[in-house]
C-alpha cells in the first residue's frame, strides 16, 4: 500500500458540506432568508429579541456539535493511519526497513503539520466574531427605529428606560454562552405602576370592544376602607392584580367632563390568592405607594407566587395603547352608545320628573281629577336604586358634604382659634375676679365700710368733680345753684358723696366749709380743693432733724 495514499489529508468538501448542512440560517446568521428576517424585524422589540436569542443559542449548540464531531473524525483518521504504517512495517523485510520514519504528535498528525481542529476552531472565532458585529450594528439600527417610535408614539414615550435596560441585557446574552431564564429581571414598583388603572380611566374606556381581554392582567390601587386599628379614620389601599370582569348591581361613574353614567361591570381583583369583586369606582386615582408594593411582595412570597417577569409587563403596555388608539368601526361606535343609553335610560328620573311637573300644571289650571290621577301614578312609578348611595345627579350637590382635605383642615382652624378666643376671655375673667375679691380682702383688712355692690363692681375715685354730672336718680334744672354758690362756677361736692373720698381730702373739705377763712383770718368765697392743697395735706411720713 502507497504511504502517500494514506496520508493523504480529507477531501476539502467533507466540513464544508457538514458545516452546511448544520448552517440553517444563512443571512446574516440569524436568518433563514430575507423574508423571514423583514418579518421579525417588524415584531415587537420583546418577541424579536426573543427569537434572536433563541438562534444565537442554537447557532452555538451547533458550532459545538461541530467541533465534537471534527475531533472524533481526526481521531478515526489517526487510528486508521497507525494501524495502516503497522500493516506496512510488518510486510518490510528486517533488512529494508527504513532508518528514520516521520515523527507524529499525539492524534497522528505529523509535526510541523496543522490539524484540522485547530482550523475549525479559527473558523469558529472568527463566526464568532462576525456575528458579534452583525449583532452590534442591529442593536443601533433598533436604538435609532426605537427612538423615532417613541417621538410618533406618545404612550411610549416612557418606554426608553425600558430599552435601554433590554439592550444590556442582550449584550450579556451575547457574552454568556449558557444565559440562565432569572436573568429576565421581575417587575419593579414603576413597572407596575406604568400598566395601573384608576377609576378615571375605567370610565374612559370601559365600554371599548376589547375592554376585558386588554386589561386582564393590568394592576389596580383598591380602596378596603378605614383601618379598625388605627382611629384617624385614613382610607387603607391594597395593590391587586385583576383577574377577570363580572358584572353585578349597576351603579353611576362620573366622567373626566363631568357627566354621569351607568355600569354594572365589576373587576375581580387578587392580592395574593385572595380574590374580591371591585366596582370601578373602589380604584383610587392615585399612584402606589412603596409600602403598599412592599406589603404585595410579602403576600405572594407567603403565598408560593411571584411576581411577573417584566417583558410581560412590558407587553400589556402594548395592549393597552392599542386599546386606546383603536380605529372605531360604525357598528362598534352604535353599540358602545346603545350599550350606555340603555343603562342610563333605565335608572334616570325622567318619568319622574315627567309627572311631578305634569301635577304642577294640573294644580295651576284648577284640574284637581287630573292631578289625582298624576299622582296616583307617580306614587305606582317604581324607582330604582343604584348600588353603593350613587347618583346620576350632579356632582354640585354632593360638593357641600363631600369636602376636600384642604377644606377640612381650614374648618378645624377656624374652630381651634375660637375655642382658644374662648379660654382666653373665660381666664381674663376669673382673673378679673380674683382680684376683685383680693381687693375686696384688703378693704376689709384696713377697716372700710365695703358693701356688697363694692364687691361685685371696681370702683375708681375721681379727684375733680365734673360740673355737668348729677347723681343718679337726681334731676337738677339747668339754672339750679346750690347755697350761695354760682350755677356753673362751684362744682356741687354733694354729688360725690357716693365715692369713694380719700381721707386727707375729706380733712380738706371739711376744714373749708368749717371756717370759711383763710389762715390769716380773711373771709374767703367757697372755692373748690385745688392739686396744692391737696398735696400740701398728704402726709408723706417724712421726718427731716434739724440740727
Known sequence: MDESDSDAPSPPGTSGAMFDEDNKYPVEGLFASEQEKEDIMAMREVERESILAERVQEIERQRQNRLLRQLVSSRDGADKKEKKRKANDAELEDGQRKTSRQRTKVGGSKVGERSAGIDALQRARAEKNDRQRRLAEDRERNKDRNAATSRDSPGRAGDADSEVDWSESRARHSKSRTPEIREIPFADLRDVERIRLSRSRFAQICFYPGFESAITGCYVRISIGPDPRANDGVNVY??????????????????????????????????????????????????????????????????????????????????????????????????????????????????????????????????????????????????????????????????????????????????????????????????????????????????????????????????????????????????????????????????????????????????????????????????????????????????????
Open 238 to 547: 391594597r395593590i391587586g392584580v385583576i383577574k377577570r370582569f363580572a358584572t353585578g348591581k349597576p351603579y353611576a361613574m362620573e366622567k373626566a367632563n363631568g357627566q354621569t353614567f351607568v355600569t354594572d361591570q365589576y373587576v375581580v381583583a387578587a392580592h395574593g390568592k385572595s380574590e374580591r369583586e371591585w366596582p370601578f369606582i373602589a380604584c383610587s386615582d392615585s399612584p402606589f405607594t412603596e409600602a403598599e408594593f412592599n406589603r404585595l411582595k410579602a403576600t405572594l412570597q407567603a403565598d408560593g407566587l411571584n411576581l411577573p417577569k417584566r417583558p410581560a409587563l412590558v407587553a400589556k403596555i402594548d395592549d393597552i395603547n392599542n386599546l386606546r388608539n383603536r380605529s372605531w368601526t360604525d357598528a362598534e361606535l352604535d353599540e358602545k352608545l346603545q350599550r350606555e343609553r340603555t343603562l342610563k335610560q333605565k335608572y334616570a328620573p325622567t318619568e319622574r320628573n315627567r309627572l311631578l311637573s305634569s301635577i304642577e300644571e294640573a294644580k295651576r289650571r284648577g284640574d284637581h281629577t287630573k292631578a289625582s290621577e298624576l299622582q296616583d301614578q307617580l306614587d305606582t312609578l317604581e324607582t330604582p336604586r343604584l348600588a353603593f348611595k350613587t347618583s346620576l345627579t350632579p356632582a354640585k350637590k354632593v360638593a357641600g358634604t363631600a369636602l376636600s382635605q384642604q377644606d377640612r383642615l381650614a374648618q378645624l382652624n377656624i374652630e381651634n382659634r375660637r375655642r382658644n378666643a374662648e379660654a382666653v376671655r373665660k381666664a381674663q375673667l376669673k382673673e378679673k375676679a380674683k382680684a376683685r375679691d383680693s381687693e375686696a380682702q384688703g378693704r376689709i383688712a384696713r377697716g372700710e365700710d365695703v358693701d356688697a355692690a363694692s364687691q361685685r363692681a371696681r370702683t375708681q375715685p375721681k379727684l375733680v368733680h365734673n360740673p355737668s354730672s348729677t347723681p343718679e336718680g337726681k334731676s337738677t334744672p339747668a339754672n339750679d345753684s346750690g347755697a350761695s354758690t354760682p350755677a356753673y362756677g362751684t362744682p356741687k361736692l354733694g354729688a360725690t358723696t357716693s365715692k369713694i373720698i380719700l381721707p386727707h381730702i375729706a380733712k380738706l373739705q371739711e376744714k373749708s366749709h368749717a371756717t370759711g377763712v383763710d389762715k390769716k383770718g380773711i373771709p374767703q368765697i367757697h372755692r373748690p380743693l385745688m392739686d396744692d392743697d391737696i398735696i400740701g395735706a398728704l402726709d408723706l411720713d417724712i421726718d427731716v432733724e434739724i440740727d
